[in-house]
Each structure stands twice: as structure tokens, then as C-alpha cells.
């Protein structure tokens, strides 16, 4: 197994390039932002470049190019449909990759926990979606297009909701919840009167990802803490799920065995025991009455893109004591990159 392989992750906000050589015992990660060219004002052309300063920053480190890439998987955001596909193959081309295959990065829960290579992965990172692959190969993706597709779920919608509620409280009588006083403290909002102008500073002309991620914090931590508004909304999110997990369930054929259900992206992750994973089962429990397992992934998603590149077709090229190393590896070096941000962000100068 003398190649280089290279797995790609990409989501609206962040993006983790892994490229291993298990012969040279070479595995190195690259972290940035998000490839979701649906996010991009440039779209499909800004992708292209962005992917370009990435792809050169990571094989450049090794002396190597795409040419070098023996096979290469991409499970990207904003590859829901059939011309989406057709675009991004196409900048993957020009980039120089030969040997790949792209699908939505739903699939990469999939590739990354399933015993059998084939189950139902959620996504609730910023976005939404939920993806299936039976044991025939069939494979039917629900969402990815927002409220048209009922997607109400991911960190982006959760935020959404949370602000308009908290605004509810304070604006239309809406029942006290533990995420106004929350979301105040956070933001350093003294009164009500300042809410619209804090909002405009902090999201609309400032750091959206990071209003989000404080926000989706505030919502998590007062459900946790018995919270009624709180908890409904991440009953309303969790449900979501179930429904389009049945779906899945009701369109493609797990008779062979119990259905694997993989939960992935930062959401489910980081809560794994929270109110949101709660209603997903109690949905399920009531309109399934079949066994199946349900998992929160325990590695990083990109681990799923670099697995699908060494073993393509899931024919256990991969050993099992092999996937555990790449996994662990792999956790150790997204932890490391997340304390050298921590440190960099303690050490800035606070912006006035």
C-alpha cells in the first residue's frame, strides 16, 4: 500500500485535509475554513481557489503535488444534487485529482463507524442532513436545501431559532427562558433596549461563526438545566432527524441486518447525551419496531473521507487495529490544532 492517500471533510465553516501514506507511516492534517461554495460569493470559482491554497499548503509540505495522490475522497457540504456533483467533480479535475470520489459530507459517518460499510449517517453541524446506503448499494440523501426541505436542525437553523425566541422574550411575551439572561451575560447586553444593535454588531456586520457557536452553547447548557423553550427547540431539531432517518428507512432495504445510525458533526459530538440525541431516539423508539444501533461518532468525520480513499469499494483493505490507529492519530492532531487556536485567540488583542 505504497500510495499517498487523501481525504478530504468540508463544511460551511471548516474544512480538515488528511493525507497519509501508511507505508511511510506519513499522516499529516490540514485544518481551515469552510469549502461549501454555497457559502462562497464566488461560488464554484472561489471554491476552485480556495481548495487550490489548501491542497498547496498541505503537499507542499511533502514536496508533492495532486499528480502524486494515488486515490483521494472528498464528502463535501453543498453536494446535494446531480449538477452540484457534475461542478465540483469538474474543479476536482482541473486540480489534477484522477482517482476520486466526491458525495456529500453526510457520507463520511458512514465510511468512518459502520461495521459493514453501509448504514445512516445525521449531520448536525452548521447544516443539515441526513444520509443513507443499504446493503445493495442504494443510496437516497434527505435535505440539504433548508426550510424547502425541512431541514430544521443543524447549528445555523438552532442559532436561528434560539435568537428569535430570546427576542420573543423580551419583545412579545414570550415564557421566560433561561437563555435571555444567558445570551445577555454573553454579550454583554445590559438592557433590552440594546438587543438589536448588539445583534447587528455581533452577527451582521461581525464573526458569525463565533455568535453561532456561542449561541448554540447558551441553547445546549440551559436544556441541560431543565429549560422548557430550550429543550422544545432541540425536541423539534431531534425530531427532525427521526423523521428523515425513517425515511430513509422506508426507501432503501436494511432487512439484512439492524440498521447503523451514525450521528456526526459538532452538535451531536460534543453533546452526545443531550436532549437533541434524546428526542431523535424517542422518535424512533415510537415509529421503529425493528432493533437497530445508534452511535455518536467518536473520531473526526475526516476519518471517514481518508478510510473511503484507502478501501474504496469497503472491502476491508483497512484491518480493524489499522482504523483504530488512524483514528486515534487523528483525534491527537484535531485536539492539538484546536489548542494552538485557543492559545492564539487567548494571546490576540482584544478588539475594542
Known amino acids: 500500500m505504497n500510495k499517498y492517500f487523501l481525504g478530504l471533510d468540508g463544511g460551511s465553516t471548516k474544512t480538515h485535509i488528511v493525507l497519509c501514506n501508511p507505508a511511510k507511516g506519513l499522516l499529516d492534517l490540514y485544518t481551515g475554513g469552510g469549502t461549501n461554495y454555497e457559502a462562497m460569493p464566488g461560488g464554484y470559482t472561489e471554491l476552485y481557489q480556495v481548495l487550490k491554497e489548501m491542497l498547496d499548503t498541505l503537499l507542499g509540505r511533502h514536496g508533492l503535488t495532486t499528480a502524486d495522490i494515488g486515490r483521494a475522497a472528498f464528502g463535501m457540504a453543498g453536494v446535494d444534487t446531480i449538477k452540484q456533483h457534475e461542478e465540483i ?119 458569525r461563526d463565533a455568535y453561532s457557536l456561542a449561541v448554540n452553547r447558551i441553547i445546549f447548557e440551559a436544556a441541560a438545566a431543565g429549560d422548557t423553550p430550550a429543550k422544545n427547540i432541540l425536541i423539534e431539531s431531534g425530531t427532525s432527524y427521526g423523521e428523515s432517518v425513517m425515511g430513509i428507512l422506508m426507501n432503501l432495504d436494511y432487512e439484512s441486518a439492524p440498521p447503523e445510525i451514525v450521528l456526526v458533526g459538532s452538535l451531536f459530538q460534543k453533546n452526545p447525551d443531550s436532549v437533541l440525541v434524546t428526542a431523535l431516539k424517542d422518535y424512533l423508539n415510537g415509529k421503529f419496531q425493528k432493533p437497530y444501533q445508534l452511535k455518536v461518532l467518536d473520531a473526526p468525520s475526516v476519518l471517514g473521507a481518508l478510510l473511503w480513499a484507502i478501501d474504496k469499494n469497503g472491502e476491508g483493505i483497512v484491518p480493524d487495529h489499522m482504523r483504530e490507529e488512524l483514528s486515534e492519530k487523528l483525534q491527537a492532531l484535531t485536539k492539538t490544532y484546536s489548542e494552538l487556536i485557543r492559545n492564539q485567540s487567548s494571546l490576540s488583542p482584544k478588539k475594542r
Open 89 to 207: 467533480s469538474k474543479i476536482l479535475k482541473n486540480l489534477g485529482f484522477t482517482d476520486f470520489d466526491l458525495d456529500n459530507d453526510c457520507i463520511l459517518g458512514i465510511k468512518a463507524a459502520t461495521s459493514r460499510g453501509y448504514g445512516i449517517a445525521c449531520v448536525s453541524g452548521t447544516g443539515y442532513s441526513v444520509l443513507g446506503i443499504d446493503g445493495n448499494g442504494k443510496q437516497l440523501q434527505i435535505g440539504g436545501m433548508g426550510d424547502m426541505t425541512g431541514d430544521y436542525g443543524g447549528g445555523g437553523y438552532i442559532m436561528t431559532k434560539s435568537t428569535a425566541y430570546i427576542y420573543g422574550q423580551l419583545f412579545k411575551g414570550y415564557q421566560p427562558s433561561l437563555m435571555t439572561d444567558m445570551f445577555m451575560n454573553t454579550f454583554g447586553i445590559n438592557d433590552k433596549s440594546d438587543f438589536m444593535e448588539s445583534l447587528h454588531v455581533k452577527f451582521f456586520n461581525g464573526d
